[in-house]
């Protein structure tokens, strides 16, 4: 495992919902003998945060506001396709104890796939092994070639976040002449992607997947859910990734 990468995920956990609500309201609760006032109002505000970002409605807002737009038509002036790792699972028994794809990845390597179809251009699978576990690269391409039926070209294996993504696929990429690529990723982590494969000088269309709906409306968005919960903390990982990657320049 490496323990870098581990450690800042603990303390980014601490600034995503649930726990940073959680952790607003624990504070209230220690403050309650000392400043009832203030221990009450923090209690409030962690409740009411929790609950606000239950809703799907909510959660869906949020994402919004990073979404790109999605791929109008296919571009053919792009030379490759370079799909993003999501994640994996390290321990699938319905798969006799191997790691597979989490359903973020699938996700992306399924548009992907779609995505290789309709251009007929080479793919690139990126992704290493953060938690110590397989890789993911090595993963994507076993069931893009033998699910999905998908040639893929490049694997890059070495990365452990959207950073070293770009910084490690980009020199492979350049070694086969490729200046343009399609960037496959979830519709709201492409505005932290797409410049980090631009800053490596490559030319990039963004191909994005995993929309949330915006544009319609019923009662059940209103009602509090656990996935509302997760697409709330995936939006606040990724503002929080923005931030981080400009501080770090």
Known sequence: MNWNWSITNLFAALLLPPLNMLVIGAIGFWQLKMRPRLGRGLIAVGLFGLGLLSIPYVSNCLLATLQVPPLPAVDRDAEAIVILGGGIRSNAPEYGGDATVNDRTLERIRYGASLCRKTGKPILVTGGAPEGYAAEGPIMRSILENEFG??????????????????????????????????????????????????????????GTGYVPTDRLRPIDFVPSYRAITNSAFAFHEWIGLAWYRIQG
Do not use: C, D, M
């Open 150 to 207: 998908v040639p893929v070209r490049w694997v890059e294996s070495r990365s452990l976040n959207t950073r070293e993504n770009g910084r490690f696929s980009a020199p492979i990429l350049r070694q086969a002449g490729i200046r343009r690529i399609y960037l496959v990723s979830h519709s709201w982590h492409l505005p932290r992607a797409v410049p980090e494969f631009e800053r490596e000088g490559l030319e990039v269309v963004p191909a």
